[in-house]
């Protein structure tokens, strides 16, 4: 409803400029047109969105998208010159039909769904789509879209996290590999909604308000060739008072600490130093241009300590390359020596960000050797996520003027679970799901504390008996066009730090075997008896029988 | 220079609510203000845009994003709302820098580059840029996000044509895997300038003027139970005239072709006949719903044959399951055998398009097993690029007030060949590259029909004379800011259809050994004596030497 949020907020799609209604697959409109001609367009559809397997080997994915699904739905309408290009594309057709089409909208449209951050399962629709055949048909693309990305990358964020371990950070630094600004921006947003800490995408950060970190590269280390480019000496104590010569205590701290035998580079130094009169309380040094354990580290420490005594604090460092586990040991030993030489805590809350081509499997390689690493900073795979590239989300007629469709395919795993469907999760006495239970909208819902026959899709006699201690209903209603262009919208559009946390808390409220990173337990995704009855009949009709001879 | 287009176009980037100057990393306006306070935005640097290992384990790649490139140069300017994110991003930062930064564009800014489409290699600068330190820096991330993609996405593109060989049409249906709304259209483009011959995107379509394809899905055929739901039995014939009862002329032909045996599904029969009432000049049926020999083949030559009567064309068949080989093959079979029995050669002409999860392999093998196939429709795996999900090109700093700079790195393979430097193609007697030469830019240029030196980049004793009959200067001036805003784009932005013939030509112009699909030779990009000498002794000065006692 509209006391979400005030009425002056723009609820149009984030990238307006190209999710429009022509964002879809040309065979959507000639399939509409055809309707159009058949007289069919008015005929009621319900389609579901789903997958039918969990990405990266895993047992869960996470349902995102729906705000831009909502937006998407409350913008629909074809504008003036999309009407003129589909004139063009379709110079046979009836003109009438483009005078139609160019009055169409989602007004008696009914869309039911996971809410945004939802924990979701094979096979079970994320969304309900209802509503007069001449548009439903006309979404599926478009939905697809934006929902399959958005799931596909919160899922591996939320992956990564958990192969991090508890006590770690991870950012997104994702940007220059991503597909195209929008596939970038699109991975920051989802990044952090599947628990990233932050991004290193300043218009991501702009857009949706997350934290955006960073601090510089070896473009910046290299691009001094010694401390004579340093342009000043000088820096400020952060109590104010005179400038003190920087260069000379930098140097003084490295000469103590590591005396005549220091092989560190002074381009390198330089470029610390300056960074450091820029930044006095935010140097977090990329220490792997050079050498990271002869120069980097020492470097960075000198800078550090010189900074402790005008009374600023280092932050830590990046390792970019090299054996990252062994290296951030090393460089924490390098930590604790200088503090034990002060005598002073200046490193105890350094940080030690690592980012150099890491995925969920090099994660828990680094958890099982041990590592001193607060920080992941993940790119590439993250944002391309290299080990599935697609999550599969598919578009399903499974109702036309309320009689059930279901697609007979060669594998039992492709059938489509036919009808207006609901959806409940049972939740056992630990606070875990249990199972989630398919059944018809018209079937009473799951009681809690009463006994319940929940039944596998389509192994017959896999079957069990859930008395569940709280039931949730997970598809809702969340857009009616009905109610009119500025009320369609009826569900909250959270802001992105309020999906992260209902994500933190959809993860764990599930047993940790189901979400865990290696061989994860399935969970179960279960029908109602009728609707396993209903189904296997419909089934038997609709299948041919071979005659053989 | 601005005739070549007219006054009033549009140059900023086609994306252009993403595409800003935030879409950057963090880092990027950290090191700028670190410059910037370190008095260095003045400084003159070099950068270098490449990449080091050709995508999909071949041996080369197609340069694409120039023009979204030169439009983002051409636009670039921090809006004041940027300016006051930015400003939340960094309290602590002299409001002088914003003040800076907020009049801070291109104008000195050079670009040198490949044309967009043509075929480049590993460690050959793609683009070079020039200008001050402070703005140079801040188009890393930008740059490479609008290169890597439409790179990646355009090489895999021509791959998959060359595996699909030279008689099939390719074309893209990736918009619903694809990564974001603007990594499918990205997508599109992308691929059309690789050498597909259209999209199912409509949204690209009409951005770039694509041809856009698409007939009907499995939900159109689903959403018929039956014959009984067709609103209408009737179809005009194309000479004009009366309509005629087309559904039982199409029931005619069936019951002749296929007599009583006939198990052909009436429900799919009811969609092609709605479609064909709709498109009656367009009907490529989707055959696989029910099965494909037995229901889906035969149901279209019915409803091809009633068409014919009627003075129409069919155009053919998809096949979006099963044994793509297999099944191509018999329904060619199929219709040569309607084609005997009626006497006319209704289906001679029909397409097969063939469109379930194909990649650079599938089509390979399809190729190896023969087939009937006409068209591939080609999605995931396309737009997604699994076979390797990103390019990984980079931008080094390669000179600093003239000084040029070397990045060193545990591998070889990883140095950056430093200084400003020209390439140049050395093409033989038939008209094929023979080699590709990076020298510094103040050399003089190889000269056809006289011997140059070409050297390995690393390996000392890796030489070969070579002696061109044509020399072609591949990095040219395409930007220069010093020319104002109104003339800063040296060079035409051609429409895609003219990159796409140019991307054609560059392919023909390699030895096909050097593109084919598997095992291709590597395509040697060398240097020239001086920069062999020049790098190696800069390499020396900046190593260390370790002291080992």
Redesign the interface.
Known sequence: MSDFRTTDDDLSPT??????P??????????T????????VN?H?V?DLFFRKCPFKGEFALFCGLEEVLRFCHSFRFSE??IV??KK?MP?ADPEFFVWLSQLTCSEVKLYSHREGSIVFPREPLIRVEGP?GIT?LL??TL???V??PSLIATNAARMRIAAGPKAECLE?G?????????????SRYAIMGGFHGT????A??LFGMD?????????V??Y?GLK????RRLQPAGGGEKVDFVALVLSKRSQLYGGHC?S?DSEMAAFI??A???P??VLALVD???TLKSGVPNFISVGLALHDLGYKPRGIRLD??DLAYLSREARKLFHEADAATGKPVFRDCKIVASNDLDEDTLLGLAVEGHEIDVFGIG?NLV???KQ?????V???VE?NA?A?I????GVEKVVIPGRKAIYRLVGTEGHALFDIIQGVDEPAPVQGERILCRHPFAESKRAIVTPSRVECLLNLVFDGSLGHDHDIVVPLPPLQEIRSYVEAQIKSMRSDHVRSTSATQYKVAVSNNLYTFMHQLWLENA?ISEIS
């Open positions: 990238n307006a400029k190209l999710v429009t022509l964002l879809t697959d040309m065979y959507q409109i000639s399939m047109y055809a309707h159009w001609k058949g007289g069919r005929d559809a389609f010159s999309d290009y589909l594309l046979a055949l048909q599926e693309t697809l879209t934006l399959n990305f630094f940007l220059r590999r991503a597909q195209g600004p929008d596939g970038g921006i699109s991975a290193s995408n300043v218009a950060g702009s955006v970190k960073g601090t510089h590269a070896h473009a910046y290299m691009s060739t480019d340093l342009r000043t092989t580079s300056s960074f009169q820029a930044f309380d935010g241009t050079y050498d390359s090299g590439t391309t996520c290299l590239p697609a999550l599969g989300c578009f399903k007629l036309i009689q469709r697609k007979l395919s060669e041919p």
